[in-house]
């Protein structure tokens, strides 16, 4: 937890009851949560780590209830849990759900309150894939698992992982503002084993859980995973589909969230800079048939795919709109058209790529940094 001036900043990094704070993915394995958390406060910052674990199994009701005591709050008729704790340098009382309490005016206060999901990249049994959605079990308590929900893997199986969608219901009230997907090291296999692992060397950040699930699990978990049919979300019946599947009904379909996980409606901003290349950002649509790629640090890759003669166009725009210049504008091209375009020729700056094959058009944004 991080506390400045106007926000309160609550970072959610599940760690697992039996798991030891020094089984982390960092290249230095004797660093740790809590190492970096008395780093930072020993330098004077309003830094605090809080282990929800300690907690877990104490029930509590809400503030306006008048219970100030630390511990979740659960709701018999929904199945939804969420903790309440004050901070550990006692000034704030924070409810999850509804935000900071003001003790004076007994009102709660949920624009103070910013939540960021922080999950670790990995393979899981049941769920398929660990990544921003499923590490909100740790947000939910499983503390008196067989009088709420008829046992351990009842819990699991009839109420996380099925159709009930309880994890997401639990996130639709206590909504991350930002998710960071750590995928420094990916674990490729269920389980502890850190021969499963592969540095895959990525950090994914998003505002949208499912874009985030979706793009990390079908292009970073999957191509390294021992059961790439559990982890591909694409994938109909498997395991990761079907659960994202189940969470994506409630959150879109019952609780009106405007999240996605369809590959046409996203788009990933790659900002990778290495001074020894000057390598450009790209912020490009995963859409297969309409690419737009950096392959070198001034060479951008656009691949164009039909399925019958079409009539392709590329155009490049500034961010006023205006046409900066039209890279091809061809008739009855079929199957595919490549084309590497150089941007030395283009200013620093950001601008728009328009891709379209007579059928659909992608827009990509580009950054261009020299």
Known sequence: MVL???????????????????????????????????????????VYLMNWNTMYNTVA????????????????????????????????????????????????DHNKLCIIDFPVLKA?????????????????????????????WPMHNDYFFSSFALIAKVMAVTYP????????????????????????????????????????????LTPVAQDPASTNPDLAGGTFNTNLRYWYNYLHDVAGFQVTKNPNEISVYDRTVLKETGLNGIAQSVNPELKCYFNQSNSLK???????????????????????????????????????????KLREGIYLVTLHNGVKTVTNKIIISK
């Open 4 to 46: 400045q001036e106007k926000f309160l900043f609550v970072i959610i990094h599940k760690i697992s009851v039996g798991i030891n704070e020094r089984d982390n993915n960092s290249d230095d394995t004797n660093q740790s949560i809590g190492d970096v958390v008395n780093t930072f406060r020993a330098k004077g910052y309003p």
């Open 61 to 108: 009701n809400e503030y306006s209830q008048n219970d100030m005591n630390n511990g979740y709050v659960y709701e018999s008729s929904t199945k939804i849990s969420y903790p309440k704790f004050r901070m550990p340098s006692g000034n704030y009382y924070v409810s999850l759900r509804y935000g900071i309490w003001d003790n004076t005016l007994k009102t709660y």
């Open 124 to 152: 899981h049994s049941v769920a398929g894939a660990t990544i921003a959605i499923k590490n909100w079990v740790g947000v939910l308590t499983t503390a008196y698992s067989t009088e709420r929900y008829g046992g351990f």
């Open 177 to 220: 503002k930002l998710c960071i997907v750590d995928a420094a090291w990916t674990n490729t296999r269920v389980g502890n084993d850190l021969n499963a692992l592969v540095k895959t060397n990525s950090l994914l950040a998003s505002t949208d859980p499912f874009a985030v699930d979706w793009y990390s699990s079908k292009y970073i």
């Open 302 to 344: 656009i691949e164009i795919n039909t399925k019958e003669s079409n009539n392709i166009r590329i155009d490049i725009f500034d961010l006023r709109g205006k046409l900066i210049e039209n890279i091809i504008n061809k008739k009855n091209i079929s199957n595919s058209y490549s084309v590497d375009y150089n941007t030395t």
